[in-house]
DNA sequence: ATAGGGTTAG
């Protein structure tokens, strides 16, 4: 009889189908409605409390994409004597759910006696449910169960374990249970330790246990590519998967999302756009997470239309496909285009979080959109109760500065709940400095200096200030001082693309293979836009040596070697791309905008802080950075 | 009569 019943129950007409990958052979999933509508028959033919048919029903509930946590319940509550097999599916349900911690409370019921005893599958279900919710006092007990009822030996009960002890950082206690387990190992064993590894921030042992993994699946490249991402090691992120894709290997859509925010926080587009390609070349489905990675690729690499046409033509969006946007149009200064994007995400019925707030103030703050910005900062406490952090408060404070509301933006930063980061204070420092506020810039200089003394940036733009008002003697003064505190200089660096690989500049380099043509090209340059009326401003170099040599310093600002690199190698009417750590000086701003003239070449420049788009003679943030 | 593990940013 069950088999029968069984089918004509549980089985769904046709043309409702299961939601089936073509990618993928796993067995279909019916989705919450199908399952509902199961039940339904059931009921229909009286079989309500049928332990095999609510089982199968569990076990589909656990499986759905979506399920509700609170109809899996009212399920197996009609149970007066729920089996092993329904117990283990509504632990299995508890697991996937927002709240993990009740399959704890079936499974220590079921070691009671008060249900069916658990078997092996209620391990693995309980543990993984232990791992979400970080829960590591009961997944240590329920170990102990494990070692004592002689389940040690079931390989995913011990990768479960493994899983548990990574997720929770205790990777001695994971690596022990990988020892013990030496003969019921398999790939999910070493990558569960792998992940573990990586989250504790151990990338060296990781790479290590890399190299001695007998069989690599996709899932361990994907683990340790992210690793290495995570990790800040963006360039062996890419060079791994490098290596992957030289071995044949294809990758998944993890790797890809992955793989694709490397290339966006190196600006690399030539890297983000052979990754596009590989995602349609293997025919990926273009997935939420997909499109939004791709958006945020272009956007970072300097082409916000391309990232928009992508962000249009995406079939879902989710809250993190809109901030990425937001973000995106905010750092290219379409401030207005980000605002209205914002209004459009409010009206769709999503609900705006900190960092979306962060990109709609960043907009106001790059288009110097005073009046908006005041309004959304109050907007984000009063509509949407969420609290402003340090990022909101720079964006308001630089804001409300560069425009000239100085004493505004001094209320700001005094009434704040918590201590002001100094760079809310530097930012400050930074208006002072576009407005001539001298005595004001003294003030807030000092007491930067003396809170960071270390910090070469606050003596920079100390001194600049006074070199603005010509102030010489001051200006001698905190230079000295500079010295004398042995002050920490990041140092800068422009990076471009070309010929398939990255070319990375330091100010004076003259590493590059290519250097002899590139001081050549940097001469070309600027003898052609001196005949074009360029002279430089040389107010932003501190260093103690003649007028003369401070023209040849900016000149070979790591920018200028970049951009010179690029004439050389692209080809005429090509756009130029470089991407740079610290943020554009005045002189190389001016340079950059002649030679779009002169030259006739769209230049595109991520700074520290947003983009230049310059074009003949212009450029995007119109002087105002 | 039946089910089980590991990877994804912004």
């Given at each position: 009889?069950?088999?029968?019943?069984?089918?004509?129950?549980?089985?769904?007409?046709?043309?409702?189908?299961?939601?089936?990958?073509?990618?993928?052979?796993?067995?279909?999933?019916?989705?919450?409605?199908?399952?509902?509508?199961?039940?339904?028959?059931?009921?229909?033919?009286?079989?309500?409390?049928?332990?095999?048919?609510?089982?199968?029903?569990?076990?589909?509930?656990?499986?759905?994409?979506?399920?509700?946590?609170?109809?899996?319940?009212?399920?197996?509550?009609?149970?007066?004597?729920?089996?092993?097999?329904?117990?283990?599916?509504?632990?299995?349900?508890?697991?996937?759910?927002?709240?993990?911690?009740?399959?704890?409370?079936?499974?220590?019921?079921?070691?009671?006696?008060?249900?069916?005893?658990?078997?092996?599958?209620?391990?693995?279900?309980?543990?993984?449910?232990?791992?979400?919710?970080?829960?590591?006092?009961?997944?240590?007990?329920?170990?102990?169960?494990?070692?004592?009822?002689?389940?040690?030996?079931?390989?995913?009960?011990?990768?479960?374990?493994?899983?548990?002890?990574?997720?929770?950082?205790?990777?001695?206690?994971?690596?022990?249970?990988?020892?013990?387990?030496?003969?019921?190992?398999?790939?999910?064993?070493?990558?569960?330790?792998?992940?573990?590894?990586?989250?504790?921030?151990?990338?060296?042992?990781?790479?290590?246990?890399?190299?001695?993994?007998?069989?690599?699946?996709?899932?361990?490249?994907?683990?340790?590519?992210?690793?290495?991402?995570?990790?800040?090691?963006?360039?062996?992120?890419?060079?791994?998967?490098?290596?992957?894709?030289?071995?044949?290997?294809?990758?998944?859509?993890?790797?890809?999302?992955?793989?694709?925010?490397?290339?966006?926080?190196?600006?690399?587009?030539?890297?983000?756009?052979?990754?596009?390609?590989?995602?349609?070349?293997?025919?990926?489905?273009?997935?939420?997470?997909?499109?939004?990675?791709?958006?945020?690729?272009?956007?970072?690499?300097?082409?916000?239309?391309?990232?928009?046409?992508?962000?249009?033509?995406?079939?879902?969006?989710?809250?993190?496909?809109?901030?990425?946007?937001?973000?995106?149009?905010?750092?290219?200064?379409?401030?207005?285009?980000?605002?209205?994007?914002?209004?459009?995400?409010?009206?769709?019925?999503?609900?705006?979080?900190?960092?979306?707030?962060?990109?709609?103030?960043?907009?106001?703050?790059?288009?110097?959109?005073?009046?908006?910005?005041?309004?959304?900062?109050?907007?984000?406490?009063?509509?949407?109760?969420?609290?402003?952090?340090?990022?909101?408060?720079?964006?308001?404070?630089?804001?409300?500065?560069?425009?000239?509301?100085?004493?505004?933006?001094?209320?700001?930063?005094?009434?704040?709940?918590?201590?002001?980061?100094?760079?809310?204070?530097?930012?400050?420092?930074?208006?002072?400095?576009?407005?001539?506020?001298?005595?004001?810039?003294?003030?807030?200089?000092?007491?930067?200096?003396?809170?960071?003394?270390?910090?070469?940036?606050?003596?920079?733009?100390?001194?600049?200030?006074?070199?603005?008002?010509?102030?010489?003697?001051?200006?001698?003064?905190?230079?000295?001082?500079?010295?004398?505190?042995?002050?920490?200089?990041?140092?800068?660096?422009?990076?471009?693309?070309?010929?398939?690989?990255?070319?990375?500049?330091?100010?004076?380099?003259?590493?590059?293979?290519?250097?002899?043509?590139?001081?050549?090209?940097?001469?070309?340059?600027?003898?052609?836009?001196?005949?074009?009326?360029?002279?430089?401003?040389?107010?932003?170099v501190l260093h103690d040596i003649g007028e003369e040599e401070k023209e040849n310093v900016i000149k070979e600002h790591s920018e200028r070697l970049a951009?010179?690199?690029?004439?050389?190698?692209?080809?005429?009417?090509?756009?130029?791309?470089?991407?740079?750590?610290?943020?554009?000086?005045?002189?190389?701003?001016?340079?950059?905008?002649?030679?779009?003239?002169?030259?006739?070449?769209?230049?595109?420049?991520?700074?520290?802080?947003?983009?230049?788009?310059?074009?003949?003679?212009?450029?995007?943030?119109?002087?105002?950075?």
């Amino acid at each position: 009889m069950f088999p029968n019943k069984l089918s004509s129950l549980l089985f769904l007409p046709k043309s409702l189908s299961y939601s089936h990958s073509p990618l993928s052979s796993l067995p279909p999933r019916p989705s919450l409605l199908q399952t509902k509508q199961a039940h339904a028959r059931i009921i229909v033919h009286g079989l309500a409390s049928d332990v095999v048919l609510l089982g199968h029903l569990l076990s589909f509930l656990a499986l759905a994409p979506s399920s509700s946590l609170e109809y899996s319940l009212s399920v197996y509550r009609t149970l007066s004597y729920p089996s092993v097999f329904a117990s283990n599916n509504m632990i299995r349900c508890f697991a996937k759910s927002d709240s993990p911690r009740g399959s704890v409370v079936l499974y220590s019921s079921m070691r009671q006696g008060n249900v069916a005893l658990p078997n092996s599958h209620t391990f693995t279900f309980v543990l993984q449910a232990c791992s979400k919710a970080l829960a590591i006092h009961e997944g240590t007990q329920v170990h102990s169960h494990v070692v004592k009822l002689g389940f040690g030996v079931d390989v995913f009960i011990s990768n479960a374990l493994i899983h548990l002890y990574s997720a929770c950082c205790r990777m001695e206690c994971s690596k022990r249970v990988f020892q013990e387990n030496i003969h019921h190992r398999d790939v999910v064993s070493w990558n569960s330790i792998l992940a573990g590894l990586v989250r504790d921030g151990q990338i060296g042992v990781a790479e290590t246990m890399f190299g001695k993994m007998p069989e690599r699946d996709a899932i361990s490249w994907s683990t340790m590519i992210m690793g290495y991402v995570q990790n800040g090691q963006l360039e062996e992120g890419l060079e791994c998967f490098k290596e992957m894709r030289e071995r044949g290997l294809k990758p998944n859509e993890a790797i890809l999302v992955t793989v694709l925010s490397a290339s966006a926080q190196m600006g690399l587009l030539e890297h983000g756009r052979l990754v596009h390609s590989i995602i349609n070349s293997l025919n990926f489905r273009m997935t939420t997470s997909l499109g939004t990675a791709l958006v945020d690729m272009y956007a970072k690499c300097g082409c916000i239309e391309q990232s928009k046409l992508l962000f249009n033509s995406m079939h879902q969006r989710d809250i993190s496909s809109w901030n990425v946007m937001i973000c995106g149009l905010a750092s290219h200064g379409l401030g207005k285009e980000a605002l209205a994007h914002f209004e459009t995400f409010v009206k769709e019925g999503f609900r705006p979080v900190n960092v979306t707030f962060i990109g709609v103030l960043n907009a106001c703050s790059r288009a110097g959109l005073v009046r908006e910005g005041r309004h959304y900062f109050k907007l984000m406490t009063e509509n949407y109760d969420i609290e402003p952090e340090m990022e909101h408060y720079g964006c308001m404070v630089d804001l409300l500065g560069r425009a000239g509301f100085i004493n505004e933006a001094v209320d700001l930063i005094e009434k704040m709940p918590a201590p002001p980061d100094p760079v809310l204070w530097a930012t400050l420092l930074g208006a002072c400095k576009i407005h001539g506020l001298v005595e004001l810039g003294e003030m807030i200089g000092n007491k930067l200096i003396h809170l960071d003394p270390n910090h070469d940036g606050h003596y920079v733009q100390l001194a600049s200030i006074y070199a603005k008002s010509r102030k010489w003697e001051d200006v001698v003064r905190v230079r000295r001082l500079m010295f004398k505190q042995n002050t920490n200089k990041i140092a800068g660096w422009s990076l471009i693309e070309a010929e398939g690989r990255v070319h990375q500049f330091v100010a004076g380099d003259r590493k590059h293979e290519r250097s002899s043509e590139i001081y050549k090209m940097l001469e070309t340059i600027g003898r052609r836009i001196s005949e074009a009326g360029y002279t430089p401003n040389i107010s932003s170099v501190l260093h103690d040596i003649g007028e003369e040599e401070k023209e040849n310093v900016i000149k070979e600002h790591s920018e200028r070697l970049a951009i010179a690199y690029g004439m050389l190698v692209t080809g005429v009417g090509d756009c130029i791309r470089i991407v740079k750590n610290l943020r554009v000086c005045e002189d190389c701003h001016e340079v950059s905008k002649m030679i779009s003239q002169v030259f006739e070449r769209e230049i595109v420049v991520r700074d520290g802080s947003r983009f230049h788009h310059f074009k003949e003679g212009k450029c995007s943030c119109h002087d105002f950075w």
